[in-house]
């Protein structure tokens, strides 16, 4: 179920429980040499998936690491050195270094997220006519077209890559406070390259991102999970472990990163090992229960998962964006050998898809937001 692929410049992985559904067509539509110039990081994947710590565990390779990773990452200078110092910053930047989350409480407009509503309310209502890319528990990566009335109300289906079609959620996935926040984190213009919409609870079971989605510089990598709507506590919030981002890696028996056919590793062992690491270290669960319009931003090593839903008839409307750098992430993974079209806004970008131009921006509802 889970896909990711090696030996291209790119490696877009899907993440835990039900998904190939974030995994790229792996075939380019035109097939050149890599201009590895543009992505000088991904030479050696299989090196960086095997790289030992000091203390000889897998890890990420030292000297990639962002600023705020590194053992010496001292917020206070980083701060004093800036010519103005956004309010809350310093704290923030203490909060990831050492929690490995932060919250952006009414970070998102509410005309914005009413707009990417109404998109997916669209969608949802003419499923048959558009080409929008789902996951769908049992179906796996599909058009929504493809899908029956009942496949379409799963409450496991998730929407893809939303933002190609829907003009709001690429404003949501580049809202300034998450690209002016991640921008501090990693010293580099901000890509997101992914997103996920979720009606309802994940249940996903509990893991790190880092194992699943994977750029040039794999610790270049964080997330931010919109509420859009109120999110009650028996919906299956998202739970997560605070200060989980320091655990020691999971060895998938191959590395750092799952591979299909390569790993011998299960998600269910990866949980095991982050939940028996956590209960070492006496970290617990914390649940995630924002108002609409508040972001949850986290270090792609933070450990995280869907709680189960005690009310399986409540909705738990989110969206889901992955981030990491343009150096390590320079281009579309549906087509790593060309220069991508992109969206830009409040610095952030985006990657057009190559794939379905006919498709992009079709949903319009944000247009005037
Ligand atoms: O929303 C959730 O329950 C989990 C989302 C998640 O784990 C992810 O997108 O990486």
């Known amino acids: 179920m889970l896909r990711r692929i090696f030996g291209k410049p790119h490696a877009v992985t899907s993440d835990p429980g039900q998904n190939d559904a974030l995994a790229p067509d792996p075939t380019p539509a035109v097939a050149k040499p890599a201009d590895l110039e543009r992505a000088p990081a991904l030479t050696d994947r299989s090196k960086v998936a095997q790289h030992r710590n000091a203390r000889g565990e897998l890890d990420y390779d030292e000297t990639m690491l962002p600023w705020i990773d590194q053992p010496d990452a001292d917020v206070d200078r980083y701060v004093r050195a800036l010519p103005q110092v956004p309010p809350g910053l310093r704290n923030r930047l203490e909060q990831w270094r050492d929690q490995g989350f932060v919250v ?30 789902v996951g769908h528990p049992k179906r796996g990566t599909l058009s929504i077209s493809e899908l029956t009335d009942a496949e379409v109300r799963d409450r496991h289906l998730r929407l893809v890559n ?12 580049l ?12 010293r580099e213009q901000v890509v997101a390259m992914q997103s996920l919409t979720f009606r309802y609870g994940t249940e996903q079971h509990v893991h790190q991102d880092y194992a699943y989605v994977v750029s040039g510089n794999p610790s270049h990598l964080a997330a931010a999970w919109i509420a859009l709507e109120d999110i009650h506590p028996d919906a299956g919030p998202l739970g997560y472990f605070p200060g989980s981002h320091r655990i020691p890696k999971y060895d998938w028996g191959n590395g750092l990163f799952y591979v299909e056919k390569e790993s011998v590793g299960s998600g269910a062992q990866f949980q095991d090992h982050i939940l028996s690491e956590c209960r070492k270290r006496g970290v617990e669960l914390a649940t995630f229960l924002p108002r609409k319009g508040d972001v949850f931003l986290w270090h792609g090593s933070l450990a995280h998962g869907g709680t189960p839903q005690r009310d399986t008839d409540r909705t738990r409307l989110s969206f889901v964006a992955h981030y990491s750098s343009v150096p390590a ?35 319009r509802h944000g247009a005037d937001v």
């Open 104 to 133: 952006l409480e009414q970070a998102i407009e509410h005309r914005l997220i009413d707009a990417y509503v109404a998109d997916v309310k669209e969608l949802f209502e003419h499923h048959r006519q558009f080409s929008a890319t």
């Open 175 to 186: 809202a300034g406070s998450i690209i002016d926040f991640l921008e501090h984190v990693f």
């Open 162 to 173: 939303f933002h190609n079609p829907s003009l709001a959620a690429k404003k949501l996935a």
């Open 329 to 363: 992430f320079p281009s579309s993974p549906h087509d790593v050998q060309h220069e991508p079209q992109r969206f830009e806004l409040n610095r952030g970008v985006l990657y057009l898809d190559p794939t379905k131009p006919e498709s992009e921006d079709v949903f």
